[in-house]
T-cell receptor, first 116, second 107 residues
Framework: DSGVTQTPKHLITATGQRVTLRCSPR?????VYWYQQSLDQGLQFLIQ???????AKGNILERFSAQQFPDLHSELNLSSLELGDSALYFC???????????????FGPGTRLTVL | LAKTTQPISMDSYEGQEVNITCSHN???????ITWYQQFPSQGPRFIIQ???TKVTNEVASLFIPADRKSSTLSLPRVSLSDTAVYYC????????FGAGTRLTVKP
């Protein structure tokens, strides 16, 4: 158990809909990262937040957005869903902020999104 | 951002030492080299990180030559539970996972 929690575990929805994925980081971790893992794309970094502010951006679509709240939990919002958005979405957290690759990230169990 | 190249898959047997090499010819001065392990339907788990020479922890060793254009993850005496995908990441301010190396440990 990494200490990172994600809800829901599974989510099934239809094309065109909007969903929100939630992540609670490990106690004491200020940084939260979101990743998407699909069969054909592998594991892709989407976005990072540090103490409530966006810190780094990866391959995140404009239909997707995220935020980190004062209590440090984070939400990833996916809108106008398409079949290709079906994937595992992971959240990770770490203590150190600035250098994304220079710190140990702890991953949550993931949310499996299925778009029908 | 430095691109990494790893073998797609490797097979080994229980008790053997496994070495997985990652090439990163365009590594920048500030870049660190990090390895993660991922089991099916689970999030990746940090294994080891280094900048140069050799780093060792309780589960693995990481060998980095002087030119830093490659790195080798060494897993001593693997067991069936080490069957997983291993990712090599190189960077400073981004986190890009490649395809990884699928290691299969056989009895």
């Amino acid at each position: 158990d990494s200490g990172v929690t994600q809800t829901p575990k599974h989510l099934i929805t239809a094309t065109g809909q909007r969903v929100t994925l939630r992540c609670s980081p490990r106690s004491g971790d200020l940084s939260v990262y979101w990743y998407q893992q699909s069969l054909d794309q592998g594991l892709q970094f989407l976005i990072q937040y540090y103490n409530g502010e966006e810190r780094a951006k990866g391959n995140i679509l404009e239909r997707f957005s995220a935020q980190q709240f004062p209590d440090l939990h984070s939400e990833l919002n996916l809108s106008s869903l398409e079949l290709g958005d079906s994937a595992l979405y992971f959240c990770a957290s770490s203590v150190i902020a600035g250098r994304v690759s220079y710190n140990e990230q702890f991953f949550g169990p993931g949310t499996r999104l299925t778009v029908l | 951002l430095a691109k990494t190249t790893q073998p797609i898959s490797m097979d080994s047997y229980e008790g053997q030492e496994v070495n997985i090499t990652c090439s990163h010819n365009n590594i920048a001065t500030n870049d660190y080299i990090t390895w993660y392990q991922q089991f099916p339907s689970q999030g990746p788990r940090f294994i080891i990180q280094g900048y140069k020479t050799k780093v060792t922890n309780e589960v693995a060793s990481l060998f980095i030559p002087a030119d830093r254009k490659s790195s080798t993850l060494s897993l001593p005496r693997v067991s069936l539970s080490d069957t997983a995908v291993y990712y090599c990441l190189v960077g400073y301010n981004d986190m890009r996972f490649g395809a990884g190396t699928r290691l299969t440990v056989k009895p």
